[in-house]
């Protein structure tokens, strides 16, 4: 019993003098060793798991709120004035129309559809467009952009008496100058098509302007010109329209 009692009085001796040396040499207990402080530096427990958790909560939580959302949408209306001139076999007559325009897009990040209708009662015809969009270049619609495009246009008579279904592609270019003003182009080549009424018929129609922007909100002013070569019983028709496209959007 008197040996036993000598060895732990030894045992709590250095101990107590492992302790009270902690800061010397080293800095490490003479129980712990390189080894034992790597394991205990990869050891898992619950409380690390739950901490973790809940800042992973956290983090998760701060993306969602600052994260921008993948879908985007656009809803438009502008009012076009342009200057009408229809010539036949080189005999211009000039008439200066004003017609309607309506629009609305949706994206899913870089690929988008667009649904558009023009009213066109001074003229007597309406448009409606269906268009695919890709943009191959930029983050959304309301960024410096490059998008591609094909679509239908069918362009109805009011009284009946033509149908034009072309098909187009189209390239948008749009470049913010500042942060609230930039500038804008749109150019549509139409595709050759026959019907009764004009013959063969092709066009192509452009858009560019400037833009100025607050929030969701876009004022935008556009040079406008639609072209239109006919040919029918070796009578040509040209109609070529030229003006401006003023209007309102609206980027959710």
Avoid: C
């Avoid at 023009?118 to 983050?139: A, K, M, P, S, Y």
Wanted: hydrophobic content about 35%; proline content about 2%.
């Amino acid at each position: 019993m008197k040996y036993i009692l000598i060895l732990f009085t030894l045992l709590f001796t250095n101990l107590t003098f492992a302790q009270s040396n902690k800061g010397a040499g080293t800095g490490r207990s003479w129980l712990l060793s390189k080894s034992s402080e790597a394991k205990a530096a990869k050891r898992f427990s619950l409380q690390e798991w739950l901490e973790n958790k809940d800042r992973r909560g956290l983090m998760d939580m701060w993306l969602s709120i600052n994260t921008p959302t993948p879908y985007e949408f656009m809803l438009g209306g502008s009012l076009i004035q342009y200057d009408f001139i229809s010539s036949t076999n080189n005999l211009p007559t000039t008439q200066r129309i004003k017609s309607y325009y309506g629009e609305i897009q949706a994206y899913a990040t870089v690929v988008g559809v667009t649904a558009q209708y023009q009213n066109n009662n001074e003229e007597g015809f309406n448009d409606v467009t269906g268009q695919f969009n890709l943009r191959i270049f930029g983050t959304s619609t309301q960024a410096s952009h490059i998008t591609l495009h094909y679509g239908l246009r069918t362009r109805t008579a009011t009284n009946g008496s033509y149908r034009l279904n072309q098909t187009f592609p189209a390239l948008t270019l749009q470049i913010y100058l500042t942060k609230l003003f930039g500038i804008y182009g749109n150019y549509r080549l139409y595709s050759p098509v026959t019907e009764n009424f004009y013959g063969e018929t092709s066009g192509d129609e452009l858009n560019a302007g400037v833009f100025i922007e607050y929030g969701i909100l876009r004022l935008f002013g556009n040079y406008y010109n639609d072209r239109q070569n006919s040919k029918l019983n070796n009578i040509e028709t040209n109609l070529d329209r030229k003006g401006t496209k003023i209007g309102l959007q609206f980027h959710f």
